[in-house]
Nanobody, 120 residues
């Protein structure tokens, strides 16, 4: 019933910008904490950013100052605005919703992922 669908991925030059979207159905985002993760080939899944139900945010040190997480509650859509992109930002990006445990990756719902490629 619950579906999260990411979009907005693509190829961008280093230093460029990209905005990812995550549209939810069967779930009201504002009722859950939400997050963006990413995974590069051969690497583990990395927490990029979180947004709580009370609108507090966290960012990985590697993206702080360059990425912004936000939510449009009227559209039930989560966003990740990425700027000053680096080659090391290249990965498949996933949105996630509703943590069920204390582990950073313990979320009930996940999107299918969207590919971000950064060229130099």
């Amino acid at each position: 019933q619950v579906q999260l669908v990411e979009s907005g991925g693509g190829s961008v030059q280093a230093g460029g910008s990209l905005k990812l979207s995550c549209a939810a159905s069967g779930l009201i985002f504002s009722n859950c904490d939400v997050a963006w993760f990413r995974q590069a080939p051969g690497k583990g899944r990395e927490l990029v950013s979180t947004l709580s139900r009370v609108d507090t945010t966290t960012y990985a040190d590697s993206v702080k100052g360059r990425f912004t997480i936000s939510q449009d509650k009227t559209k039930n859509t989560l966003y990740l605005q990425m700027s000053s992109l680096k080659t090391e930002d290249a990965a498949v990006y996933y949105c996630a919703a509703c943590p069920y445990g204390l582990g950073v990756s313990q979320y009930n719902y996940w999107g299918q992922g969207t590919q971000v490629t950064v060229s130099s």
